[in-house]
C-alpha cells in the first residue's frame, strides 16, 4: 500500500471492524471475483459494488446494521438472478455463482473479527474454485495475487498496527512456506476422485463427427487450441501429420456421418473394445510416440498419427482405426499414444457393402463419371483413384475457404460440374463417392493436419488445423488418399494459413488474433515464447499427476542410488575387507561427527552459562588435586588457589572476579556476551598455565 | 509450569494451543484438498499445500514471538478498595514482538515491542481491603495469523497492597478547631518543595516575585491528634474505613497524627512516610481475610 495505514484495523472495544479493514476485504473479494469474471456473469461484479455501497453509506451516515429481511432478500435476488441465468441450481456454474454470491452477500453482515475471518476463508475457497475454470498461468498469478491479499488481511485482523508491517509479516509468511509447499506438492501421492461431483460443462466445439460439402468452413474461421503433442523419438515430417479422430462412413447423399454401434442398433462391444492397448489386429510397427496435452471438450475424442496402437491409460479402441477416451475432459489432460503412422491395416467389422453404400439413386453425373473413367483405366483399381486425382489437379478445379453455397440435393454433381471450387470436405466427399460408386469401399476421415512445430520440438494443433481426407480400402489394407494434395499442395506442407484464395475467411471469427502478425517477428517470438512457456506449465505443473509422480520419485530413488555405488566405488577394494574398512570409516566419520557435535553443543552452552563453565573448571582443578574445601564459594577457591599458582595466579583471579560480576551486577546483554567471552579465555589460560606436578592442596 | 518475572521464557514453559479459527482453517485445508484430489486439480493442491505450510510456519512465529520473552511488574503506587490496581508489565524481548496480550481475572491489555520493549497496564479490579497475592498472570500471543496461540504464565511473589476504602462521608471533626492556630503563628517564608500543602504555599509572594514559597512557622501550628481505632463506631471494616478517610484528610490538612489500632501503635508523624504507613497498617489490620484481586469480579 502506498500510504500507511493510520486508522487501526479493529476499532477500540478490539470486536467492531473499521472501516479500513471493511475497505480490505471488499478489495480482496474484488481479486478474487477477478478470477471468475471471464466465466461468470457480470453482474456479479455489480452485486459486489452495491454491497460496497451499502456498507460505505452506513458506515459514513451511522445507518442501522442490515437486517434480516435485507439479507435474506439478497439472497433471494441472487437466487433468482442465478436461475434466470442458468434456468436451474443444480449446474456447477450456478453453484459457483451461488458461493460468490454469499461470499459477497456476507460482507452485510461482516462486525466482527470472527465475521471478518470467515469472510477470508470463504475467499480462500473461492478462490480454489476458480481453478475449476482454467489453470493457466494468468490464473494462476491472479490467485497468488488474491492469496497475498487475503493473508495480508488476516495479519491485519490479528491486530498489525500498520499495512506495512502487515506486508511484511505476510511476504515472509508466504515465501518461508514455499519450500515446503512444493516439497508436498511433489511428494503427496495422487489419486483418483474419491467420489464423483459435478463437472463444470464444456461446449462442444471443434471438429464435428459429421460433415457436409457445402457448410460453411466453420473451423478454419477460429484459432482456438486442439491440442499439444510432443514426440518422443522422431517428430512426423509436414506430410504425415494426418491425425485420425473420427471415421465418416455413413452416407445419405449429402452429409457423412460416424457408424456408431448405437446408431445401427448394434451391441456396445461389436465396434469399441476397452483396455490399454489396441485389440485389433497390429497394422505396423509402432512409430511414433505422442505425448498429447488435451484441451477440455464434452467429446471423448482423441486424435492418433495413423492408426492407435496402445496407451497408458484406458482407452475405448474402436474398430475403425480411432480411439476414445472413457469420459470427457474437464480439464487438460497428459495422454500418452503411440501409433503407426499409416491408416489401419484391418477390415473394419461392417464390411465392405457398408463401406460401398450409396444412396439409390442422386448425383447421376457423378456416377455416369463414375463409370466412364472406370472403364477407361481398365478395371484396375489404382489407376481409377490417380485419374481421380489427377483429375481434380487440373483446371477448373480451384481449393478455396469460401466457395459458393451448394443447394441442390445432388451436392457431388454440383460440385464437380458447376461450382468446381472447395476445401478439404468438398473433394473428400466427392472422392469417397467416386469411389463408391466404382465399387470400392471408401470412408471420410475427419481429423487435423499439420500443427504449428514450435522452437522447443512441441506442437500446437489449432481449430484451423481441422481436414478431412479418403480412405480407401486396397491391396488388403486401408489406404490414404488426399485430393486437397492434388489441388492445393501447399495446404499440406504449409497449414492452412497459406492458402490465398478466400483467405479472408482465415481466423475471421478470432478478431485480435497474434497469430494474424505472424509476419511480424518480434510479435511472433513473443507468441512462441509465451506458448512454450505456457504449455511447459501445462505440461509439468498442472499435468502433475500419479505418473509424472512416480516418476520423479523413481528418478530420485535412482540418483540416491547412483550416489551410494560412487559411495561404495570410492571404497578401497572390495570383498570383505572392503566391507569390513569402509564399515571402519564410517563408524569412525559417525563418532568423530558425533563427538564435533557434543563439543560444539557443550561450548555452546558454556558460553551461555557461566556457572557451568566455572563448575567444569573447578573439577578440572579438583582432579589435579586442588579441590575446594567445604562451603567454599567457587570465587573464593580460585582466588585461594591464585595465592600459590604462580603464573596462573592473575588468570584465576581474574576469572573469580568476572564470575561475581556476571553474577551479581547489572548488565546490558552486549556487556554480559563480551564477560562471558573474556571468562572463556581466562579459563583457557589457567589450564594452560597452572603448574603440572603440584602436589594435594 | 509458569516462570518467574525477569527470566526469559523458556521453550518448555510455552504452550502452543490451537484457536478456533485455527480450527476452521485445518477443515478449509482438508477440504481444498478434496477439491484437488476428486477434481485432479493440480492447482488446488498447490493452494491446499500451500494454506497448509503457511499454518506451520504460522505456528513457528506465533512461537518466535513470546519465546524468550522477560516480564518483569512494576506494582501499582496505591490502590484503595473497590477501585483498579494499575499493574505495569514490562516486557523485554530483544527483537521486535507484536501483539502481546496480558491476561489476569478481570483484566488484560495488548502491547507490541516494535523496538523490543514495551509495557502493558493491567487494571486489576481490587474489591477488597489487604495484601492479596499477585493473581496468576497469563502472557498470550496469537500473532501473525491467529491460528494458534501461544500461552505462558508468570507468577510473582509479591503481593498488592489495597488500602480500606476511605468512606467518602467522613469529615475529620478537628478540623474547625485547628485552623485558627495557622494564621498566628506565622513566621516567615522558606522555599517551598515538593510534597508542600497547597495550603501553606504562599501564593501572593508568588505572583510577585515569581518565586514559588511557603509559609513557615516556628511552633508547630498543626494539630496534634491522635486517630484511634476504638473511638470509631460500627463494624472493623468500617472503622478502617473512616480512619483511611480520616489518614487522608489529615495528610492533605499538613497535621501531625498518630494512630491507634489494637495491637499496633504508630507513633505521630507526619508527611508522605507518616501516610504510607499509616494506609499500610489500616491495609495489613488482621481480621479480615483478603482475597485475591480477582476474586470478587
Known amino acids: 500500500m502506498r500510504r500507511r495505514q493510520a486508522t487501526p484495523a479493529v476499532l477500540a472495544d478490539g470486536r467492531a471492524l473499521g472501516a479500513a479493514m471493511l475497505r480490505r476485504l471488499f478489495i480482496g473479494q474484488c481479486l478474487v471475483l477477478a478470477l471468475h469474471l471471464a466465466f461468470m456473469p457480470a453482474w456479479l461484479a455489480g452485486l459486489a459494488a452495491l454491497v460496497a455501497g451499502y456498507r460505505a453509506l452506513q458506515l459514513r451516515r451511522r445507518l442501522p446494521r442490515a437486517g434480516v429481511v435485507l439479507r435474506l432478500a439478497g439472497v433471494a435476488a441472487l437466487t433468482a438472478g442465478l436461475w434466470l441465468q442458468y434456468g436451474t441450481l443444480g449446474r456447477m456454474e450456478a453453484m459457483i455463482g451461488l458461493l460468490l454470491g454469499v461470499y459477497l452477500l456476507k460482507l452485510l453482515e461482516t462486525h466482527t473479527r470472527r465475521d471478518a475471518r470467515v469472510v477470508v476463508l470463504i475467499g480462500l475457497v473461492a478462490t480454489t474454485v476458480a481453478f475449476l475454470h482454467d489453470q493457466g498461468i494468468p490464473v494462476a498469478l491472479g490467485a497468488l495475487l488474491a492469496v497475498a491479499w487475503l493473508l495480508h488481511s488476516l495479519v491485519c485482523l490479528a491486530g498489525a498496527s500498520d499495512a506495512r508491517l502487515a506486508w511484511r509479516e505476510s511476504a515472509w509468511l508466504l515465501g518461508l512456506s514455499a519450500p515446503l509447499m512444493v516439497l508436498l506438492f511433489l511428494a503427496f501421492p495422487r489419486f ?174 457423378s456416377r455416369a463419371l463414375a463409370e466412364r473413367l472406370w472403364r477407361e483405366t481398365g478395371g484396375a483399381p489404382r489407376a481409377y483413384l490417380e485419374a481421380l486425382m489427377a483429375r481434380f489437379g487440373e483446371a477448373p478445379f480451384r481449393y478455396t475457404l469460401t466457395p459458393p453455397r451448394l443447394t441442390s440435393r445432388d451436392r457431388v454433381d454440383e460440385f464437380l460440374f458447376e461450382s468446381r471450387a472447395g476445401y478439404c470436405t468438398h473433394y473428400a466427399s466427392a472422392m469417397a463417392v467416386l469411389a463408391r460408386a466404382a465399387g470400392l469401399p471408401a470412408r471420410i476421415v475427419a481429423g487435423f493436419l499439420g500443427g504449428e512445430r514450435h522452437p522447443d520440438g512441441h506442437f500446437t494443433v489449432r481449430d484451423y488445423d481441422a481436414h478431412a481426407w479418403v480412405e480407401v480400402w486396397l491391396d488388403g489394407g486401408w489406404q490414404r488418399l488426399d485430393p486437397t494434395a492434388a489441388i492445393a499442395p501447399e495446404r499440406i506442407e504449409q497449414g492452412a494459413g497459406a492458402i490465398e484464395d478466400g483467405g479472408e475467411a482465415f481466423l475471421a471469427d478470432s478478431g485480435f488474433s497474434p497469430l494474424r502478425m505472424r509476419e511480424i517477428g518480434w510479435v511472433n517470438r513473443l507468441r512462441l515464447g509465451w506458448e512454450r512457456m505456457e504449455y511447459r506449465w501445462q505440461r509439468e505443473v498442472i499435468g502433475y499427476r500419479d505418473q509424472a509422480r512416480t516418476a520423479l520419485m523413481a528418478r530420485l530413488v535412482e540418483r540416491l542410488h547412483a550416489f551410494w555405488e560412487t559411495l561404495l566405488g570410492a571404497l578401497p577394494g572390495r570383498g570383505p575387507l572392503g566391507w569390513l574398512a569402509g564399515l571402519a570409516i564410517a563408524a569412525g566419520l559417525l563418532a568423530g561427527l558425533g563427538g564435533g557435535l557434543a563439543l560444539a553443543w557443550r561450548a555452546r552452552r558454556e558460553g551461555r552459562d557461566e556457572a557451568l563453565r566455572i563448575r567444569r573448571l573447578q573439577a578440572w582443578l579438583a582432579r589435579r588435586g586442588l579441590p575446594p574445601r567445604e562451603g567454599e564459594s567457587p570465587a573464593a577457591h580460585l582466588r585461594r588457589l591464585a595465592e600459590a599458582a604462580g603464573p596462573a595466579g592473575p588468570a584465576l583471579r581474574d576469572c573469580a572476579h568476572q564470575l561475581e560480576r556476571l553474577r551479581y551486577a547489572p548488565l546490558a546483554a552486549a556487556e554480559r556476551r563480551e564477560r562471558r567471552r573474556v571468562l572463556g579465555r581466562r579459563v583457557a589460560e589457567v589450564r594452560r598455565r597452572l603448574p603440572r606436578h603440584r602436589a594435594g592442596g | 509450569m509458569a516462570i518467574a518475572p525477569g527470566t526469559p521464557l523458556p521453550q518448555r514453559r510455552l504452550f502452543l494451543l490451537p484457536t478456533r479459527f485455527g480450527l476452521g482453517w485445518a477443515v478449509l485445508v482438508l477440504l481444498l484438498l478434496l477439491f484437488g484430489i476428486n477434481y485432479q486439480n493440480s492447482l488446488a493442491f498447490a493452494l491446499a499445500f500451500w494454506l497448509f505450510a503457511v499454518a506451520v510456519v504460522a505456528l513457528l512465529r506465533t512461537w518466535r514471538n513470546l519465546l524468550g520473552l522477560r516480564a518483569t511488574l512494576r506494582l501499582p503506587a496505591e490502590t484503595f478498595a473497590g477501585g483498579e490496581a494499575r499493574l505495569g508489565v514490562t516486557l523485554e524481548g530483544g527483537r521486535p514482538r507484536h501483539v502481546v496480550e496480558v491476561h489476569a481475572p478481570g483484566a488484560s491489555a495488548s502491547v507490541s515491542l516494535p523496538e523490543g520493549r514495551g509495557e502493558a497496564f493491567l487494571s486489576l479490579p481490587a474489591p477488597r481491603r489487604g495484601e492479596p497475592p499477585l493473581p496468576l498472570l497469563r502472557l498470550e500471543s496469537a500473532w501473525p495469523l491467529g491460528l494458534v496461540r501461544a500461552v505462558a504464565w508468570l507468577e510473582a511473589d509479591e503481593r498488592l497492597l489495597v488500602y480500606p476504602r476511605p468512606r467518602p462521608d467522613e469529615l475529620p471533626e478537628h478540623r474547625l478547631a485547628g485552623a485558627g492556630l495557622e494564621a498566628t503563628d506565622f513566621a516567615g517564608l522558606r522555599r517551598a518543595e515538593p ?103
Open chain 1, 192 to 365: 483418483g476422485p474419491l467420489w464423483n461431483l459435478p463437472q463444470a460443462e464444456r461446449a462442444a466445439t471443434g471438429l464435428s463427427d459429421e460433415i457436409a460439402p457445402g457448410d460453411i468452413a466453420e473451423l478454419s474461421r477460429s484459432d482456438r487450441r486442439a491440442f499439444r503433442a510432443r514426440f518422443l523419438g522422431d517428430a512426423p515430417a509436414p506430410a504425415e501429420r494426418y491425425w485420425r479422430v473420427y471415421t465418416l462412413s455413413d452416407f445419405d447423399g449429402e452429409r457423412w456421418r460416424r457408424a456408431t454401434a448405437a446408431r445401427l442398433g448394434l451391441g456396445r462391444g461389436a465396434l469399441a473394445a476397452e483396455g490399454r492397448r489396441s485389440p485389433w489386429p497390429p497394422s505396423g510397427e509402432p512409430r511414433f510416440e505422442a505425448e498429447l496435452l488435451l484441451e477440455p471438450d464434452s467429446r471423448p475424442w482423441r486424435p492418433s498419427l495413423g492408426a492407435p496402437l496402445a496407451s497408458d491409460e484406458r482407452l475405448r479402441w474402436l474398430a475403425d482405426g480411432t480411439v476414445e477416451g472413457l469420459s470427457p475432459l474437464a480439464s487438460r489432460s497428459l495422454l500418452r499414444l503411440s501409433s503407426s503412422g499409416q491408416a489401419p491395416g484391418w477390415p473394419d467389422p461392417l464390411g465392405a457393402r457398408w463401406h460401398t453404400r450409396l444412396p439409390e439413386e442422386g448425383n447421376p453425373r
Open chain 2, 195 to 297: 510534597g508542600d500543602s497547597p495550603a501553606r504555599l504562599a501564593w501572593k509572594q508568588w505572583s510577585r516575585t515569581g518565586v514559588l514559597a511557603a509559609k513557615a512557622f516556628s511552633v508547630p501550628p498543626r494539630q496534634q491528634l491522635w486517630l484511634d481505632y476504638d473511638a470509631c463506631r460500627g463494624d472493623p471494616e468500617t472503622r478502617l474505613s473512616t480512619l483511611c478517610a480520616r489518614v487522608l484528610a489529615h495528610h492533605q490538612a499538613g497535621d501531625r497524627y498518630g494512630l491507634r489500632l489494637p495491637g499496633l501503635t504508630l507513633p505521630q508523624g507526619e508527611g508522605a512516610a507518616q501516610r504510607r504507613e499509616a494506609l499500610a497498617a489500616l491495609a495489613r489490620f488482621p481480621g479480615h481475610p483478603a482475597e485475591g484481586p480477582g476474586a470478587a469480579s
